[in-house]
C-alpha cells in the first residue's frame, strides 16, 4: 500500500512552498518521524517527517515550488520488508566497545564528525560531502562558516538536472546561471517575501525616523555585576537585548500612540506589549514575537530570545511565532553598523534600531569623557504617530538605558 505525502498546512496566508532539499533519496526506507524534506515558505522553513515507515518514491524535485496540498512523494509500506538494510540501519553500525570494530572512512574524516541540526542542513542544501571538507571548530567539527566558505570555493556551476525515480528529468525551476561575471539565480521565497513587505511599507506608511544616543555605561557596569550571579541562578546570560526590550515597554506605556496601527480609516490602539525581535539567519531576515513582554521577567526574555534565535538560525521556527507582534527591535549593531534607518514591520507604527557601542568622546559636567555610547533610530508611520510623541518615545527608551534603575530590575 502506498501512502502519499502531501505538502502540508504550515500558516493561513502561506499557499506554496519549495521543495528546497530531500534529506531522504527515491528508494531509500525510511521510518515514521524521520525527515523526508524541507519545506521553504516566504515565512518560514519546515522540515516535514514521514507519518509511516516504507521505501520513498520521490515525485517533486529539489528547487520545485508546489502547492499546498500538492502530493511530492509516496511511501509503499509493502516494501518495507522486503527493502535491504540501509546504512541507516543500527545493525550495521560497528560496536565502538569492541576493541576490533573498524573506523568508517566517515569517522575519519575530522568534518564528517557529529553536525549539528543547522550544519548538516546547510550540508544537504549545498548538496557537499561533510567528509571532505575540513571543519575549523572544536575538534575539527564543521561549522556553518566552514560550509558557506566551501559552497562558495566550489563556484557557480549549475548543478545537474533533477530527475525522478525513473531518471526522467522533474519540471524544476531553471538552474543558476552564471557567464563569469555574474550570477543569476531565483530569489527563495522568504527573500521575495522581504522584498515585497519592504516595498509595500515603503509605499503605504508614512515613514519617519528620530535619532537619538544612549550612554551603555550604567547597563554595562550593571551587568558586569550581577552575570555570575543570573547565568548560575537562571541558566542562562544576561544581556543587553532584555534591557531594551524592558525600556522599549516602558515607552509604549508612555506613550500609547506608537502602540498602534493603522486599518483603513481606523486606529487600532494595542493593550498588550507582545515586541518582535529580528534575526539574522542564512536564508534572511524573520521577527520572532516576545509575547508579553511587560510581564516577563530578565531571565525568561533572555531565554525565550536565545530559544527563538536557535531555533530561527536551524530552520525550526514556526510561523506562529512570527505572528502577532505589535513593534519590532532590530539590532544592527551586532553586524557592526554605527547609524541606519530601519523600515517598518506592517501593519506596525514603530520599529527601534540599536546600533553598535562605541567609545565616544561626550560632556559630562562640563568635562569630555570617553563613554560607550549607542546611536538609536525610531523609526515610525506619522499617519499614526506625530513627531512629538516619537520623540517622546525614543527620550524615555534613552533615560531607561542611561539609568536601568528606572525599569523594573527583578535581579
Known amino acids: 500500500m502506498s501512502i502519499e505525502v502531501k505538502v502540508p498546512t504550515v500558516g493561513e496566508s502561506i499557499s506554496s512552498g519549495i521543495v528546497s532539499v530531500w534529506h531522504k533519496k527515491s528508494g531509500e526506507a525510511v521510518q515514521a518521524g524521520d525527515p523526508l524534506f524541507t519545506l521553504e515558505t516566504d515565512k518560514v522553513s519546515t522540515e516535514i517527517v514521514a507519518e509511516k515507515p516504507g521505501t520513498l518514491k520521490t515525485i517533486a524535485a529539489e528547487g520545485q515550488e508546489v502547492k499546498i496540498g500538492e502530493v511530492v512523494a ?15 540501519d543500527v545493525a550495521e553500525k560497528p560496536d565502538p566497545n569492541r576493541p576490533d570494530a573498524p573506523v568508517s572512512e566517515e569517522k575519519k574524516a575530522p568534518g564528517a564528525d557529529v553536525l549539528s541540526p543547522a550544519v548538516r542542513r546547510l550540508v544537504e542544501e549545498e548538496k557537499l560531502d561533510p567528509a571532505k571538507l575540513t571543519g575549523s571548530g572544536k575538534g575539527g567539527r564543521l561549522t556553518k562558516g566552514d560550509v558557506l566558505s566551501a559552497a562558495q570555493n566550489r563556484g557557480s556551476q549549475p548543478s545537474p538536472s533533477a530527475q525522478t525515480s525513473d531518471g526522467q528529468s522533474d519540471t524544476a525551476p531553471a538552474p543558476a546561471t552564471s557567464d563569469g561575471r555574474f550570477t543569476r539565480k531565483k530569489m527563495s521565497p522568504l527573500r521575495r517575501k522581504i522584498a515585497a513587505q519592504l516595498v509595500m511599507a515603503q509605499h503605504t506608511a508614512a515613514i519617519l525616523t528620530t535619532f537619538n544616543e544612549c550612554d551603555m555605561s550604567a547597563v554595562q557596569a550593571l551587568r558586569k555585576e550581577k552575570q555570575d550571579g543570573f547565568t548560575k541562578k537562571h541558566g542562562v546570560k544576561l544581556g543587553f537585548m532584555s534591557f531594551f526590550i524592558k525600556a522599549t515597554v516602558e515607552a509604549l506605556q ?61 530552520g525550526k521556527i514556526k510561523i506562529e511565532d512570527l505572528q502577532g507582534g505589535i513593534f519590532t527591535i532590530s539590532n544592527g549593531g551586532v553586524y557592526g553598523s554605527l547609524l541606519g534607518t530601519p523600515i517598518l514591520n506592517p501593519p506596525q507604527s514603530g520599529i527601534l534600531g540599536m546600533h553598535t557601542i562605541q567609545q565616544r568622546p561626550v560632556a559630562r559636567d562640563g568635562k569630555i569623557e570617553i563613554r560607550p555610547m549607542m546611536y538609536l533610530a525610531l523609526s515610525y508611520d506619522h499617519r ?28
Open 74 to 88: 509516496t511511501i509503499d509500506e509493502s516494501a518495507q520488508d522486503s527493502t535491504p538494510a540501509t546504512t541507516t
Open 384 to 411: 499614526a504617530v506625530d513627531g512629538k510623541e516619537a520623540v517622546t518615545f525614543l527620550l524615555r527608551v534613552k533615560e531607561c538605558i542611561d539609568d536601568p534603575a528606572k525599569l523594573p530590575l527583578d535581579f
Open 254 to 314: 508612555a506613550v500609547p500612540s506608537i502602540n498602534s496601527r493603522i486599518d483603513g480609516d481606523d486606529q487600532i490602539q494595542n493593550h498588550f506589549f507582545d515586541i518582535g525581535v529580528a534575526v539574522g539567519t542564512e536564508r534572511g531576515l524573520v521577527v520572532p514575537v516576545v509575547r508579553e513582554a511587560d510581564k516577563k521577567s530578565f531571565a525568561d526574555l533572555e531565554r525565550d530570545i536565545a530559544d527563538y534565535a536557535t531555533r530561527a538560525r536551524e
